[in-house]
């Protein structure tokens, strides 16, 4: 696959944003199948997707996504963001989205993306990383579990009507 030993890792620049949330799309698309779901209109999912990420990505808070390059292809990002934390009120360093494109997996991409959010985090002087994961993206689980992340609350939820 030519994937290299050393992942490079470093800032997306603008021109390279669109790239990223084609990759969020698919990101989000590949979580949703998990959960059997697919999105009725591809096209109104998309629009709807790049609107609500832009609409994100343009709030004023600190934030980073550092791509994956496998020469020049941009082949996984992270989106980092520092945030309130809602229980002690300290800035918290929130992974808003991770994704290595499928065929580049399992070479150490995703960890050196971890990485690099773990050391813009502690540049800005925040001790603590966090993320949501669907409670059905196991490998995504076993992934951070790897890399030391550990269960702090759980959102429950249960059913009002019956699944359509
Ligand atoms: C989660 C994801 C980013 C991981 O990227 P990756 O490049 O495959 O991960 P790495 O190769 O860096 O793996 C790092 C560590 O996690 C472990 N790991 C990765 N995938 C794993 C899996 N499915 N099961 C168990 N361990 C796993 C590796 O063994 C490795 O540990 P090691 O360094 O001790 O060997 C990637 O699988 C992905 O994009 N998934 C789809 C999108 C997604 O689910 N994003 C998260 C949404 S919350």
Same mark, same amino acid.
């Given at each position: =696959?030519?994937?290299?030993?050393?992942?490079?890792?470093?800032?997306?620049?603008?021109?390279?944003?669109?790239?990223?949330?084609?990759?969020?799309?698919?990101?989000?698309?590949?979580? =949703?199948?998990?959960?059997?779901?697919?999105?009725?209109?591809?096209?109104?999912?998309?629009?709807?997707?790049?609107?609500?990420?832009?609409?994100?990505?343009?709030?004023?808070?600190?934030?980073?996504? @550092?791509?994956?390059?496998?020469?020049?292809?941009?082949?996984?990002?992270?989106?980092?963001?520092?945030?309130?934390?809602?229980?002690?009120?300290?800035?918290?360093?929130?992974?808003?989205?991770?994704?290595?494109?499928?065929?580049?997996?399992?070479?150490?991409?995703?960890?050196?993306?971890?990485?690099?959010?773990?050391?813009?985090?502690?540049?800005?002087?925040?001790?603590?990383?966090?993320?949501?994961?669907?409670?059905?993206?196991?490998?995504?689980?076993?992934?951070?579990?790897? =890399?030391? @992340?550990?269960?702090?609350?759980?959102?429950?939820?249960?059913?009002?009507?019956?699944?359509?």
């Amino acid at each position: =696959m030519g994937t290299p030993k050393s992942p490079v890792v470093q800032e997306v620049g603008p021109g390279e944003l669109e790239e990223v949330i084609k990759m969020d799309l698919e990101c989000d698309l590949e979580i =949703m199948r998990l959960n059997g779901k697919k999105p009725s209109n591809i096209k109104s999912f998309a629009r709807i997707h790049r609107n609500n990420f832009l609409a994100a990505y343009n709030e004023p808070v600190e934030q980073r996504i @550092f791509g994956a390059k496998v020469g020049n292809a941009l082949v996984g990002f992270v989106w980092v963001r520092i945030e309130p934390e809602i229980e002690e009120m300290v800035p918290v360093g929130f992974v808003e989205s991770i994704f290595v494109k499928s065929e580049y997996r399992g070479n150490g991409l995703g960890k050196a993306l971890i990485r690099s959010a773990e050391r813009f985090c502690k540049g800005k002087g925040v001790s603590r990383l966090e993320l949501v994961v669907n409670a059905k993206n196991r490998s995504a689980i076993d992934f951070y579990r790897s =890399m030391g @992340f550990k269960a702090r609350r759980y959102t429950l939820e249960r059913r009002l009507v019956p699944a359509r």
